[in-house]
């Protein structure tokens, strides 16, 4: 049982991530700090002394924190996507606790950070670019930290469900798409916690305040071939592993948004869907450690990993 400091601290951050939330989908704002400066790496084979910062880029915001388990390796490798309504107001230390957890079940884990709205470069195409660039450069990462890259898997919160499905899904765009890359890293598996999966929904269902279309600048009626490219549910199938995990309770990103996508994801033929509902979850329990839904939620995530 956690002592009442804990939960006290754990129900004044929920408190401010959902105020904030709202506030948010209203605008977005500057960066709320200046990115930490970079952790030392830890050696090879044995526990990390703390996350590596590492760049996948030159921005500021094109960073990572790696995290290896015990152990040679070579590891797998789960990569952390946080939300947030792609807004500036929010950073990859939301997913500083999830990432020590599934480090510890013995994943390597890349935390990373993008430009979002608020940001220059942020938005439509420079999220969805920084998210591919973080991915593959752990082709460039393996050898050093001995990450098996056969063994991938996306895992994205809320905004941040919508890119981890995205990159899974980014192969399947044009050669010549941009957004796609020259030689995208394949995905073994996606987890989407409470993921906003269909952005024209999203738009039409209030989420984060239409963000989706802030993100993309415009409307799916304005900007239609930016859905097209950008919308998990308009790349289906995939054709890759993907585990959603929704809590019942989820008064932000609402329930449907997961079973309209797996719906669709269906009847386009996807093989290898599931979807986790946790009764009594919300939007927060699903990457909280310390709430008393994160065994149902780790198990479902750490279950991309095994074979079918």
């Not at 960073?63 to 946080?82: A, C, F, Q, T, Y």
């Not at 790349?235 to 989820?250: C, K, M, Y």
């Not at 609402?254 to 939007?283: F, M, R």
């Amino acid at each position: 049982m956690r002592s009442p400091r804990p939960c006290l601290r754990d129900a004044r951050r929920r408190v401010g991530l959902v105020v904030s939330l709202v506030l948010l989908a209203g605008c977005a704002g500057p960066e709320a700090s200046k990115p930490p400066e970079p952790a030392a790496s830890s050696g090879a084979g044995g526990p990390p002394t703390g996350p590596a910062r590492l760049s996948y880029g030159p921005d500021p915001s094109q960073i990572g924190d790696l995290r290896l388990p015990n152990g040679e390796g070579p590891h797998p490798v789960m990569v952390i996507l946080h939300g947030g309504c792609w807004s500036s107001g929010y950073g990859k230390d939301l997913m500083d606790g999830m990432s020590e957890s599934l480090t510890k079940a013995g994943f390597a884990t890349w935390n990373v950070e993008y430009r979002r709205l608020g940001h220059a470069g942020g938005g439509y195409p420079g999220t969805l670019t920084d998210v591919g660039l973080a991915v593959d450069a752990l082709r460039e990462l393996a050898p050093t930290h001995h990450l098996d890259t056969t063994k991938v898997y996306t895992v994205g919160h809320s905004a941040g469900g919508h890119l981890a499905v995205w990159v899974a899904a980014r192969p399947r765009l044009a050669m010549e798409n941009p957004l796609r890359g020259a030689d995208p890293l394949p995905v073994a598996g996606v987890v989407a916690l409470a993921g906003i999966l269909d952005l024209a929904e999203s738009v039409d269902l209030g989420v984060c305040g239409g963000a989706a279309a802030k993100l993309l600048g415009g409307s799916p009626s304005d900007v239609p071939a930016r859905y097209a490219e950008a919308s998990p549910r308009a790349l289906l199938p995939l054709g890759v592993r993907q585990i959603l995990v929704h809590g019942a309770d989820d008064s932000i990103v609402p329930l449907v948004t997961s079973s309209h996508y797996q719906d669709a994801a269906k009847v386009a033929g996807e093989k290898n869907i599931t979807l986790k509902v946790v009764e009594g979850g919300d939007h927060f329990d699903m990457i909280e450690p310390s709430s008393t839904k994160w065994a149902d939620v780790s198990q479902a995530i750490v279950g991309v990993a095994a074979l079918p």
